[in-house]
């Protein structure tokens, strides 16, 4: 197999590398609120569970937007709040997903241009999004900041939120706090521009054998 040489590679060229082998990846569309109360949507999937207890996850955001050096409105909205909601970006949500992921300027609110409801989430400020099947309701607990600020292919915030509450439709529930996997059908993001889905025939279960000498 040919070896790539990661030193003759441009910022943009490592991630674009990265981003196509760590795959599937699933996307956090996350909403928050500005000191105003106005909303934002936004896509993460640089995103993942962390532990249990307490229930942790993690997100990275960028320090910068591409195309101007000014900071993400997600990133801007957590340092007033530190609350924010992931909704869980089924394929209910999929025909939209690159539409809440573009740079709007500050204060647009993309829920509302795109006509996704939001509905009070239980414990946070934010809303949640009426279409997306669950959500989980945050709080900032840590922030772990990497690379050059200044480079939007290096600079980054790793955000490490407690998950305060978690609401779920029935629709995709097996029963009292379980959920069903083969109901939740998430959309994963793949290398630029590639979405998949996983739901129907895509999905395959093995039994998890314990080992025993």
Request: charged residues 15%.
């Amino acid at each position: 197999m040919p070896v790539i040489n990661l030193d003759g590679l441009t910022g943009a060229q490592k991630q674009g590398m990265i981003s196509q082998l760590v795959v599937p990846r699933p996307i956090a569309m996350i909403t928050t609120t500005d000191p105003d109360g106005k909303l934002n949507v936004a896509p993460f999937s640089y995103f993942m569970p962390v532990c249990g207890e307490p229930p942790t996850i993690a997100v990275t955001i960028g320090t910068v937007r591409e195309a101007t050096a000014e900071p993400k409105d997600t990133w801007v909205n957590l340092q007033h709040s530190g609350e924010f909601v992931v909704n869980l970006t089924s394929t209910a949500l999929a025909d939209h997903i690159e539409t809440a992921a573009k740079e709007f300027p500050n204060g647009v609110n993309e829920a509302e241009l795109i006509g996704w409801d939001t509905i009070p989430s239980q414990v946070v400020a934010p809303p949640s999004l009426a279409v997306s099947p669950a959500h989980m309701e945050c709080r900032v607990v840590e922030v772990i900041d990497r690379g050059d600020p200044t480079s939007c292919f290096s600079g980054v915030h790793i955000v490490l939120a407690e998950v305060v509450c978690i609401v779920a439709d029935e629709a995709i529930l097996a029963g009292p706090n379980r959920i069903d996997p083969t109901k939740v059908s998430p959309v994963g993001r793949m290398g630029f521009p590639w979405f998949v889905a996983a739901a129907g025939e895509a999905l395959f279960e093995q039994e998890r054998i314990a080992y025993s000498a």
